[in-house]
Structures are given as C-alpha cells and as structure tokens.
C-alpha cells in the first residue's frame, strides 16, 4: 500500500468513526422533548422557558447536543442544540428519524382519586389517547388541576418514546359524560360488584376499533351509576377479579389487559372470537 493509498484508507477510517461516534450520541442521548412547531429538515425551533431552563442548568447540555423533538404530527426528528444567549435555547432540526405513527385510539375516563397525577402519567405510557375525568356521586376530590395532569401527561410521553401526547379534557359530571359518549364508541366500565364480566372474556371479541375505559372513584360507582351504565346499548361491564384493586391500580390494569389482548402489544393477526352478550 503507497503512502497515499495509506494516508486516504486513515482519512476513510477517521471519518466512518466519527460518524459512528455521532450515531452512538444521538443513539444513547436520553433527552427528548415535545414540541407545538411543525418538525421539517432545517427548521429552527425555539424552546420553551421551562424547556431551556431544564437543558441549560438541570441536564448541563451545550451547544450542539443532540436531542429527539416530536409534536405528535410529524413523528420524530433529531436536532442539535443552539444556545444564542445565556437564557435562550434553540433546535436546529436535522432528520426524521420516526415517521408518525397510528396508535390505538384508546380513551380512560376515570374518577379523580388522590393519586390522579399517577393516573395521568401510566395512562400515557399505557397508550391511551385522550383523558377524560368524570365526577361521580361517591367522588371525594371535587377539584382538579388539568394543566398539572396535562403535564404530567407530556412528561410521561417524552420518557416512553410514543409519539403524541393525550390532552386531559375538562372534568365532567357523571350525567354530563354519559350524555356526550360517542355511540359508537365501546364503553367498558369497571363493575366492582361482580357482575361483570372477566375482562379477558369481555375483550376476546374486541377489535382496535375506537373504544373506552371508565373508572370509578375509591368508593365505588353508585348503584344508580351502576343501573344506568347497564341500560347503555354501548357499554359493558367488566371485572377484574376476586380482589379489591385501588381505584389507580384497577384503571392501569384494564389498560394493560386491553393492550395485551387488543392493542400494540398483541400480534397483528391475533384471532377474534364471536361471543353473545357483548
């Protein structure tokens, strides 16, 4: 090998590690944030206060780190950071590296509980689309915070990798949402009597139509409640065994059994069986 030959096979090798090395950074940067800009190749996208105060003095970054957007429309994208004064960041968009996915359209409606803010965030790493609190007869909290749901909602999103973020509607009463449920929508509602089917049996038909889950509160759905969630064409009661499950515990669990048996965890070819009564 001439020296020149051996010269440009070293520049050859210095390049392919540095890209290499750049790859393995973007690969293993543990930030990723969402953001409401459209995401394009060379687009400059200014960060939030918040989002600047948390790089600058929380995880240190300097100019150029890599860092993965997403705004639950256009997938996700790599930026590097650009950092034009002590206080201010900005993203200059580089490349996709996620087209924007199709997920489940799932929904949780569910009676705020003491532990919501852990409602909010396992729902959004469970999947679901949209948040809707529901105030029952037997509701002990008659307050809540949506833009504190909200964020936890989006923090949630930003660590498990999805690419959307459920908005939390404003709260409504127990009437309120039974009225304004889309009919076509499946309604499964978590009957602690035990008069509702096993939710496994209850899914073995389902497909990943649009549909939702409705908790109650720490105490319970009322009979009324119970009696007029029954009556809806809708809707179906399901249980979720012989024990006495937290209202938090129950709503991340029918969540996760409907993943397992329907959503993106079961196989795409998963087998559908006819069952009466649902």
Known sequence: MGRYSKEKWRRTQCAASN???????????????????????GALVTASEAQAHYLLHVMRCKTGQPVALFNGRDGEWWASLAIPTKRSVQFEVEMQSR?????????????PVKRVD?????????????????????????????????????????????????????????????????????????DESGAGLPIAQALTSATREPCGFLTGPEGGFAQSELDALRQLPFATAVGLGPRLLRAETAAIAALACWQALVGDWAPPDAPRMPMDGV
């Open 118 to 190: 852990f409602i909010a965030e396992k729902a959004s790493e469970l999947g679901v689309a949209a948040l809707l609190p529901v105030f029952t007869q037997r509701t002990d909290i008659k307050r809540i915070k949506i833009e504190r749901l909200q964020a936890h909602a989006l923090e949630a999103a930003e660590q498990c990798s999805r690419l959307s973020v459920p908005p939390v509607h404003p709260p409504r009463t127990f009437d309120q949402f039974v009225a304004d449920w889309p009919e076509g929508r499946r309604l499964y509602f978590l």
């Open 19 to 41: 890209v290499k090395r750049s790859i393995m950074s973007k690969t293993n940067s543990r930030i990723r944030l969402f953001v409401d800009e459209d995401l394009t190749e």
């Open 99 to 111: 087209k924007q996915d199709s997920a489940p359209d799932l929904w949780l409606a569910f009676a």
